[in-house]
């Protein structure tokens, strides 16, 4: 499998983490997404005439949603899904328009209404932070149950991003909890802005 | 200044480093693998860096930019760039009177004599950030101040209130212990879309 990928882009990371977790090598093709703009090249419109990255190829099939790429590479790996993933993955596209957006504005400079963008980025935070409170009422710590999902895997990375936008995740507890445990996951990997969890690298 | 609710004791486990914050005065929280509770200016001495962006080792807080570790008085004790040198006595961080009651960390930024809040029995139920001013929101149940304010409610729940900015502050709530806890959550959501409605 090629992924095509950008290195601080929140749903190129995505890909890789999941790919990461299970184990599943991938082949990554660095694009040039900023300042080359190469996502908008005529090779790779040619390949996602959409224009965006994510891009994974898997022999003849070429994906670019990122829910829809999770969903291939956990299409044998059960454990990795749950009959309420599809909300949640509903939910993390939307982030695109919040928290990322804010976060591309900030970081690469994209047109954005910035108030607007961090207003929706604080409500969506509110109404993960809600559910997240809730699971842990009844002992659980992921989105979807006791065991993480490629929901939290598709809504991990532009939470985890949202200071570099300049939405503050401190006053979310549960999304705190939530953040901690999928960066003490085996396998979990790092990307900027995104660091490991310290105190695991080197145990006393 | 009286007692500051900061955190609940469930969100901060043994390990656990938070940023916090009381007004201006910003905070890390951390929980020692012991179970003890500790507030500290949220700047390392070394280089400024946040110490809530730290990690807890043992006994100690250690600032994630040079791995400098202070133990629970506050005191630099260990500089890995410097493995034998004991560190002057200078080095210190800033530390406030911190404790957990009722799973509530409580912080006072100044010595007081002050008992801590009583909470009546009443189990902690969630945090959660509310877009009005600590003194507005005591002035909106018409409380005279807001460490802890006892609202009239299906689930006997008492708020402690804690300031951040002049346009924000967190509640930590508290409910009578046999109250369903998704219904006080969801109760406290309903109660902030109504505060932040309120005209400032």
Redesign the interface.
């Given at each position: 499998m090629i992924l095509y990928d950008y290195v601080l882009s929140a749903s190129c990371y995505k890909v890789r983490l999941m790919a990461a977790l299970l184990g599943t090598p991938l082949t990554l093709r660095a694009v040039n997404f900023h300042p080359g703009r190469e996502h908008k090249s005529p090779e790779m419109l040619a390949l996602n005439p959409k224009g965006t990255l994510p891009i994974l190829t898997d022999g003849d099939t070429v994906l670019t949603d990122s829910a829809d790429i999770l969903r291939h590479l956990t299409a044998d790996h059960p454990e990795w899904r749950s009959t309420d993933d599809d909300r949640w993955l509903a939910f993390a596209s939307a982030l695109n328009a919040s928290l990322g957006l804010a976060r591309l504005h900030d970081v690469i400079g994209y047109d954005a209404d910035i108030d607007k963008a961090r207003a929706a980025g604080v409500a969506a935070l509110?109404t993960l932070?809600?559910h997240l409170?809730?699971q842990?009422?009844d002992g659980l710590i992921f989105l979807t149950g006791s065991k993480p999902t490629i929901a939290d895997i598709a809504c991990f990375p532009n939470i985890a991003l949202a200071p570099d936008g300049g939405v503050s995740l401190?006053?979310?507890?549960?999304v705190?909890?939530w953040m901690?445990a999928i960066r003490s996951l085996p396998g979990f990997i790092e990307m900027p802005g995104i660091h490991r969890?310290?105190?695991l690298a080197h145990p006393? | 200044m009286d007692w500051i609710a900061v955190g609940l004791k469930e969100d901060v486990p043994p390990g656990f480093v938070i940023p916090s914050r009381i007004a201006d005065t910003e905070l890390a929280v951390w929980c020692s693998p012991s179970g003890t509770y500790h507030a500290w200016s949220d700047r390392c001495p070394h280089r400024g860096m946040r110490l809530s962006h730290g990690f807890v080792r043992g006994e100690t807080l250690a600032c994630i930019y040079h791995g400098w570790q202070y133990n629970e008085a506050g005191s630099c004790h260990y500089i890995p760039a410097h493995p034998k040198l004991t560190p002057p006595d200078t080095i210190c961080v800033p530390t406030y009177r911190c404790i957990e009651a009722g799973g509530v960390i409580w912080v006072s930024l100044t010595e007081t004599d002050t008992p801590l809040p009583a909470l009546g029995g009443r189990r902690t139920v969630r945090s959660l950030p509310v877009s009005m001013s600590a003194p507005d929101l005591a002035a909106h149940f018409g409380a005279a101040g807001f460490t802890t304010i006892a609202v009239v409610s299906d689930h006997d729940v008492l708020l402690a209130v804690q300031p951040c900015t002049d346009g924000e502050c967190m509640i930590h709530a508290l409910a009578a212990p046999d109250a369903d806890r998704s219904a006080v959550s969801h109760w406290l959501e309903d109660l902030r879309a109504t505060l932040e409605r309120v005209p400032a």
């Open positions: 509110r932070e809600a409170t809730e842990r009422f401190d006053p979310y507890p549960s705190r909890l901690r969890l310290h105190e006393v | -």
